[in-house]
């Protein structure tokens, strides 16, 4: 894994994503193709994320193996798509009222995938990682999306236990049903050092207007800024992107 940290004087601003809106939803790409996520519109992969997660097993971790029955999200059907709905506006205004980085995700089996996400302004910050999977566990994405999963459904996506990401890594699945239960009670997630060391993050359910969580939304900064008592701060700007996206959805 990379160095999560951007400096803005060694690095310079990085260029923006481009947007190419497609007519129809397409599959998640596959592990490491972030070519394919930067020519597709966030709105249309919500889109066949939930539509994927409906009709077929979802995809898995290389180190995880298929388990027979595996359970899926709660999804909603596949009827949000261009030109309606636009996640990336709801991006920029949460990047720019926290000056941190924001990412949208969806839960792609053991997975979180980063559908978009907007570098902050500050000079040393966390880089976004659209296209990139990550065990959900040590996403506060992907565990705001877990914990919207029956205990069971947790427990069949990590047949072979939790991979350990950092020494912060839940050591378990009864750990991290624990966490997730914590999650489900205050409505948002956290992320301390569970997946790189020193990058922390917030993470919030995005539900579409059945109230299913479709997506999480996310803030990361690099841990000597962001610390408990920073979490309240940032879920005002948080829900309220959480809840542009869900009208957007309609």
Do not use: W
Request: proline share 10%; glycine share 8%; charged share 20%.
């Amino acid at each position: 894994m990379g160095f999560p940290f951007r400096d803005e004087e060694a690095l310079g601003l990085g260029a923006r994503q481009a947007d190419l809106p497609l007519p129809l939803p397409l599959p998640l790409p596959r592990r490491g193709s972030r070519t394919a996520v930067s020519r597709q519109n966030p709105a249309t992969m919500i889109a066949a994320s939930s539509h994927t997660a409906a009709v077929q097993p979802p995809v898995r971790s290389r180190s995880t193996p298929p388990t027979a029955g595996e359970s899926t999200a709660p999804v909603s059907p596949m009827r949000f798509c261009m030109p309606k709905a636009e996640p990336r506006s709801h991006l920029e205004a949460l990047r720019d009222a926290t000056r941190e980085t924001a990412n949208l995700l969806v839960l792609d089996g053991p997975d979180a995938f980063f559908l978009d996400g907007l570098e902050g302004p500050r000079t040393l910050r966390v880089a976004p990682r659209t296209g990139d999977h990550l065990a959900a566990y040590g996403a506060a994405g992907g565990k705001a999306l877990l914990a919207e999963l029956p205990p069971e459904a947790v427990r069949m996506r990590y047949p072979q236990g939790l991979g350990r990401l950092t020494d912060h890594t839940l050591p378990d699945v009864d750990a991290l049903l624990a966490d997730l239960a914590v999650c489900r009670a205050r409505g948002y997630a956290l992320n301390f050092d569970e997946s790189v060391t020193e990058v922390h993050a917030v993470g919030v359910p995005v539900r579409d207007s059945a109230g299913l969580c479709v997506a999480a939304i996310t803030v990361s900064a690099p841990g000597t800024r962001l610390g408990h008592a920073d979490v309240e701060g940032l879920l005002p700007p948080l829900r309220k992107a959480a809840s542009g996206i869900a009208a957007d959805l309609g």
